[in-house]
């Protein structure tokens, strides 16, 4: 059971390219989460999508886009990466009010 | 204001100890409860949910307070394999029912 799988597990990037952080639940699902985790801090929220085709920004979206043409997938993109974006990131997906949210085992990423 | 505010850390106890972590909430409107485990470079798992009630799960007992906004977590018996940070969630249902996340507190349980 694998539950929500993010890849890649490490990346390096230089400052002003871009890639994507995939994430797959196969838990099906309706909500799905991406959080970023800064060194000795919580965790804030990105985005967050309420199903397929809808998606909204969290606390922290500046920089990053989503989409979710599958209940399945959520991608994170990141456009012009700077060093403010390194950071662990964390996928996630729950059921809905009261359900338990699962984690992805994180993406690290370091821009520089 | 932060949404989700705990103590710090580090708590570091003996084996055996019981230790108590606490925690507030600015949102009124918070309507679940959590509390999440996180190993160091690892994601965050689920340790219980905190039910109004209060409710307990082996040596873990949540206490939650909502007229003063305040959740409780109190380990007992503590072992070296509780060393960890201890997430304080809470979610309401805007942002789809996202969790709030506090900064977490660190614990060291020692031989």
């Known amino acids: 059971n694998a539950g929500v799988t993010q890849t890649p597990k490490f990346r390096i990037l230089k400052i002003g390219q871009s890639m994507t952080l995939q994430c797959t639940q196969d838990m099906n699902h309706n909500y799905m989460y991406w959080y970023r985790q800064d060194p000795g801090m919580g965790l804030k929220l990105i985005y967050y999508?309420?199903?397929?085709?809808?998606?909204d920004k969290g606390e922290v979206p500046n920089g990053y886009n989503v989409s979710r043409s599958t209940t399945e997938d959520f991608p994170l993109r990141l456009e012009l990466a700077a060093p403010s974006q390194t950071s662990v990131y964390f996928c996630?997906?729950?059921?809905?009010?009261?359900?338990?949210?699962?984690f992805g085992e994180g993406s690290w990423l370091t821009v520089v | 204001r932060k949404e989700v505010e705990q103590d710090p850390g580090p708590f570091n106890v003996p084996e055996g100890a019981t230790v108590a972590f606490n925690c507030t909430y600015s949102?009124?409107?918070?309507?679940?409860f959590f509390w999440y485990r996180q190993d160091c470079r690892k994601e965050p798992k689920l340790l219980m949910s905190?039910?109004?009630s209060g409710n307990e799960d082996g040596r873990f007992t949540a206490q939650l307070n909502r007229a003063s906004q305040y959740i409780s977590l109190l380990i007992r018996d503590s072992k070296l394999s509780d060393s960890a940070t201890y997430l304080c969630?809470?979610?309401?249902?805007?942002?789809?029912?996202?969790?709030?996340f506090g900064k977490g507190t660190s614990l060291l349980v020692t031989p």
């Open positions: 996630a997906a729950g059921g809905s009010s009261g359900n338990t949210i699962y």
């Open positions: 949102n009124s409107a918070s309507q679940s």
């Open positions: 969630v809470v979610s309401d249902s805007n942002s789809g029912y996202a969790l709030n």
């Open positions: 999508s309420v199903g397929a085709g809808i998606t």
């Open positions: 905190v039910y109004s």
